[in-house]
């Protein structure tokens, strides 16, 4: 079986997130997604709409994850590649470079963001909207 991880906060779930996990999930036969704990992402200055347990019941329900851990650091990739006996990391490549030191331990692919669409900028979007 090839095991295929990836990462994210994914919070306000929409067609980016489902193109990157279904993408993912098309390199192997297994797909673990690792989200941000609410923890990390105050240590990383950002606040998720929502909880950790709400995004993580999302992510459980689409049909191309079959496991969600989190993600506590941004130090612990080597120990989840090896813990769950990955084959491939996969991340936008909005990232690129950053995970080449996994390579070592598997293969590392950079797909392509979905143009047009972001958490961000849908934060901001509705930030606009409320404010007219």
């Known amino acids: 079986m090839k095991k295929v991880i990836t990462y994210g906060t994914f919070d306000l779930l929409h067609t980016g997130h489902i193109n ?16 941000s704990s609410d923890e990390f992402n105050a240590e ?7 909880s950790f347990e709400q995004r993580k019941a999302i992510l459980e329900a689409i049909r191309y994850v079959d496991e ?19 084959d491939v990391f996969v991340m936008g490549d909005d990232w690129k470079g950053e995970f080449d030191f996994l390579n ?11 143009v047009g669409i972001s958490t961000t900028q849908i934060k ?9």
């Open 20 to 35: 990157i996990l279904r993408r993912a999930k098309q390199l192997g036969d297994y797909l673990v997604v690792a989200i």
């Open 44 to 50: 990383k200055g950002k606040k998720a709409y929502y």
């Open 68 to 86: 969600v851990i989190p993600e506590h650091n941004w130090e612990q990739k080597i120990k989840d590649v090896k813990d769950h006996d990955i």
């Open 104 to 114: 070592d331990l598997c293969e590392v692919v950079y797909l392509p963001r979905t």
């Open 124 to 132: 901001k979007d509705l930030n606009n909207a409320n404010n007219l």
